[in-house]
């Protein structure tokens, strides 16, 4: 073999090496681009859809009458839980003090009404006795200015639909009522006379209850929802009492029955007090077995009889 024919395949060599070293490094240390059959390796990323934290509403303490200036404007407010007529406490003391100060006002100014609107949502459940949540929650609120100074007669409660409103991730809705200034007049007296005869209406057709002493609640009708919120307008601004009387059957001893009686109307005052008729408007008695409204040989008839009349006076 000759010298060129040697040099020629000592530079064939030198190239073959030369190409395994070059892809053998450069698989190791550029992640296999340059190798003929490596595929180049591909990172999947999952992006996460961002999530938007939905703030609740926080509707602000405030009411305006522009004829006098007076105002209230505090982000503090009644809270409630969802589905729940119970004002949350404690209560602020910025509330507290606003309170206060509604009070001297309507105090010099007894044509003056303050209206509450409370509102709530289609999905809450009403567990109240009137006819909506937003009309329990006003009643709330209203009691809870009434004991502390201002009269009933100088307040109107209303419920209102709100879909709008949010809770927070605990169930509270902050400020789930909204506060109004009127200015009455004292010679239209359309509103007490159409306030006398709702009035009249409950006393010709009173509201009659039957359940047992053993329950804690009961499935009022629509229409029973409306006497109990006639009931309560009645007693805010008549100043009326709420008359609760327990009958029985002819089951038993009369003497016996009348103490039954008596546990049936203790009852129903506990559940109208719950429902924010307060409790010292309300007063209770027992006939027992004396005023049957029907045949008390039938069980029909007896199941009449064991019933819970509710009436003002």
Known sequence: MSKKTLYLLG?????????????????????????????????????????KKVEATRNAFALDDEKSGFKVNINDNFNFKTSDFSILKPISTNVESEV???????????????????????????????????????????????????SSKQIDTYG????????????????????GV?????????????????????????LVLHFGSGQAAINLTPEQRQKIADISHCVDKLGAKVLVVGHTDNTGNANTNIGLGQKRADFAK???????????????????QSQPIADNNTEAGRAENRRTVVTIN
Not at 29 to 47: F, H, I
Request: hydrophobic share 40%.
């Open 11 to 51: 530079i064939l060599l030198t190239i073959i090496l030369g190409t395994i070293l070059y892809c053998y490094l450069c698989c190791s240390c550029c992640s296999l681009k340059a190798c003929g059959d490596v595929k180049e390796k591909v990172e999947e990323v999952v992006v996460e859809p961002e999530i």
């Open 160 to 179: 209102k639909l709100n879909e709008s409103l949010i809770p927070d991730e605990n169930e509270t809705l902050f400020g789930p009522v909204t506060f």
């Open 182 to 206: 009127l200015t009455g007049d004292a010679n239209n007296t359309a509103a007490s006379d159409a306030l006398k005869a709702a009035c009249d209406a409950i006393k010709a057709n009173p």
């Open 270 to 288: 506990r559940y109208l007090t719950r429902n924010g008729i307060l409790e010292m408007n309300i007063e209770t008695a027992s006939k027992g």
């Open 100 to 150: 206060s100060r509604i009070k001297d006002f309507l105090d010099k100014n007894p044509l003056k009404t303050i209206d509450i609107t409370g509102f709530f949502k289609s999905d809450e459940k009403n567990n109240s006795a009137y006819p909506n949540l937003g009309l329990a929650r006003a009643n709330a609120v209203k009691n809870y200015l009434v004991t502390h100074g201002i």
